[in-house]
């Protein structure tokens, strides 16, 4: 922690936390929220553009249907209500990143209210209240150029790519999360990843943190501990990963508490949240009174979804998260904590599909929440963002089984896909992993070692045959642990029989 | 007689007899815009060679026998507020100076799918803020029948280019008025369909809830066949109707019979008397007394919220308009102004030279009013109530609908004033929209066909008809037959008798 701010366990001490998070996710439409426009990430600048999207003169929105569906399977996953009948806003600012200078989105009429979603955290609930999940349009996307951070501050020049202007965007808000103590950054990163699973299992949205297309700001506030008023809240932005939920949230609480304890009041403001350094630093000052002047748009109906169209999609929502958990964790013969660690580790979407492409659970657990998990906190990303997919695991894992690989070389292989050689099978044979299975090659390296150590060859030979050990790691070693050791220890017992 | 004075009607037949070329006609109009505009000012930009090109094209379908549609061939001016791809689109304004659209609107498109050709973009209140044309960046337009006189706005060009004869169709944008009134001062008719009934894609947008495209033409009849090309569903126009479009021309050909037998004519008691200029009350009220010779039965009604019209159109049209012109900030097209002695200016320094520059003084003014409206704390007690006073404006106008087939207002309260007279005082500009606005708010169609000259002055007095939503038939049949009888009485169109303009070819 830099700067001399009061530690997070000091501060938490003395200190109740409120925490909301909002979370914006980019919808997996065809088309742009409002018209035709293709949606694919990373094209060249301003390609997916059209009047409508530019907010040239003259041009009108059209509502996308799928966007409005995919608003209320999401509402209904959160056990929201629906709303019988519900208008888009104009949410006017300026700013060159919006081509209206002013945002389509929804203000007191949002599609989806009133839910709820469990996180477990140590093995405990928390529910989390959901205010409102609401349809909005996604603005362009600035790039600041010349300055020596990439942000505005600094910058000789700024470009706009509007390719991203008008993309569908679902904005889900929480309720503040009281009473988590101590555990309210775990509970917020918790949330966070849990819904991040239900939207997977909606497939409403490819939910990619580093990509952009679910973004988290993560609101705090410090109350005195007993005190039952909220204290005032920041919102901090840029923060792209579960990791830095958890982290940003718990670099606030330190802060906060650190102005609180010298009397310091906070400023409701915007906090940046950087990865690299650990902290927040101030953006701008955010105010409720930020006027946006809220009127209905003028230039679309109202949407109303009838109620047997919400009941039909209702009845059509994939198992609840709660209880897919529970059926895999039963299907996988996980203990409870087994099934802690995995979702802890983030990892249930990856073992389904790692036990999909033939692994067993146990292995699939063993790699991913045990060898994969280290690594990526070694390297400092999420589970899913390791350049390794689960059928790749799958296929490590079958060559394991079929006496290919050892448990060794089966790390090494690991290694060589996640550093970019190539598939499995490619880099088994690029690096000549493979477990020598010809008995010819074996019994040569196993004379070579009887020869080198005849005295324990003698013991074998007079039936002491717990010394083989020693001969056996020589063969490994000559083989370069290319070679299973049961198979040599069969061969050295044979031959000194 | 010239080419230059017969409806679109009477040139569509004479398109189809082969009696004339489209690009006869066209290269007419062309001439007579070259002859007049000087001290018309109709025009902002004219295109003759994309027009004729158009005419060329539309005379070689009719040589095939394949006419694009009744009216192909047919010249025609575009109020300067819609988009045309690569003609200039300025909405009057200096901030869009030297725009060229990438797209056409939806009535564009339509236009040049029937085949007519477009001879240019006509003159118009900056941003379709205005009453008289005056607040055009661009200079103002100058009513034919009297140069010193303003020609009505927000579409003033539009109805000028139509009484000069320098096209014999236009197409004009009505939010409060601005393609009826026009129509009313210069002795032009002037439709504004049902709210939804023509597209808005492309037309830049004021007040979305309550703009509407709608025909600008010498009768009523050419009214019904140009409405028929451009109206109709957008898929592309959220707000547009879908429902088959009526039969228009049919029930204006029905109308011109003259007989009104059983129909059933309101007069709005508010919308006259006090405030209205005595000729303009005498030439309404002797149409009426025709309607009652063609068989009409009148009904006195009373809408008693339209006293509130004007104050909740100022109050909902400025606070949609201020949303609607935050785009106009020098980052993507248009104006782009640097603010003077700052080195190193943000974006939003840009803007706000930009827009301080840009904008003429009704523009800004109906800015601020919008955003201190819809600005937080005033919301409900100014675009909310606005909002409510509009529902008891449906209501009345429900109520009256149910004692009348259509109710009938004098267009306007006066006829045209001189330009420069009302620029100091806009309130006294807003009351010019007092009967036409009421329709806006409801949106329900209207109609302002000549009803005569005002014996003070001489000057054309504009008779508004008004319709139920879905209604715009009977404005037709009823207009049809109103403009019949006065025709007879006049012994010809009342444009006969404007006072012919200095090297007109008309």
Known sequence: MSENLIAYDDAIAAFDPAMGLEVHVELNTNTKMFCGCAVEFGAEPNTQTCPTCLGLPGSLPVINGKAVESAIRIGLALNCEIAEWCRMARKNYFYPDMPKNFQTSQYDEPIAYDGYLDVEVDGETFRVEIERAHMEEDTGKSLHVGGSTGRIQGADYSLVDYNRAGIPLIEIVTRPILGAGEKAPAVAKAYVATLRDLLLGLDVSDVRMEQGSMRCDVNLSLAPKGSDKLGTRTETKNVNSLRSVERAARYEVSRQATLLTEGTSILQETRHWHEDTGVTTSGREKSDADDYRYFPEPDLVPVAPSREWVAELKAALPEPLREKRARLQADWGFTDLEMRDVVASDAVTLIEQTVAAGTTPQAARKWWVAELTRRANEDGVELTELPITPAQVAAIQALVDSGSLNDKLARQVFEGVLAGEGEPDAVVAARGLAVVSDDGALGEAIDRAIEANPDVAEKIRDGKHAAAGALIGAVMKDMKGQADAGRVRELILEKLA | MSWLKKSAAELADALAAG????????????????????????????????????????????????????????????????????????????????????????????????????????????????????????????????????????????????????APLAIGTDTGGSIRQPGAVTGTVGLKPTYGGISRYGLVAMANSLDQVGPVTRTVLDSALLHEVIGGYDPLDSTSIDEPLGAFADAARTGAAGDLNGVRVGVISELGGEGYQAGVQQRFDEAVALLVKAGAEIVEVSCPSFVHALAAYYLIMPSEASSNLARFDAMRYGLRVLPEGNPDPSAEDVMRATRDAGFGDEVKRRIILGTYALSSGYYDAYYGQAQKVRTLISQDFEAAFAQADVLVSPTAPTTAFKIGEKLDDPLAMYLNDVATIPANLAGIPGLSLPAGLAPEDGLPVGFQILAPALGDDRLYRVGAALEALLEQEWGGGLLDQAPALDGSKA
């Not at chain 2, 689109?89 to 659209?101: A, D, F, Q, R, Y």
């Open chain 2, 19 to 166: 009696e004339v070329t489209s690009v006869e006609l066209t290269q007419a109009h062309l001439d007579q815009i070259a002859a007049v505009d000087g001290a018309v000012h109709a025009f902002l930009h004219v295109d003759a060679e994309g027009a004729l090109a158009a005419a060329a094209a539309s005379d070689a379908r009719r040589a095939a026998g394949t006419p694009a549609s009744a009216l192909d061939g047919v010249p025609i001016a575009v109020k300067d507020v819609l988009a045309t791809e690569g003609l200039p689109t300025t909405c009057g304004s200096k901030i869009l100076e030297g725009w060229i659209p990438p797209y056409d609107s939806t009535v564009v498109a339509r236009l040049k799918a029937a085949g007519l050709p477009i001879l240019g973009k006509t003159n118009m209140d900056e941003f379709a803020m205005g009453s008289s044309t005056e607040h055009s960046a661009y200079g103002p337009t100058h009513n034919p029948w009297d140069l010193d006189r303003i020609p009505g706005g927000s579409g003033g060009g539009s109805a000028a280019a139509v009484a000069a004869f320098e």
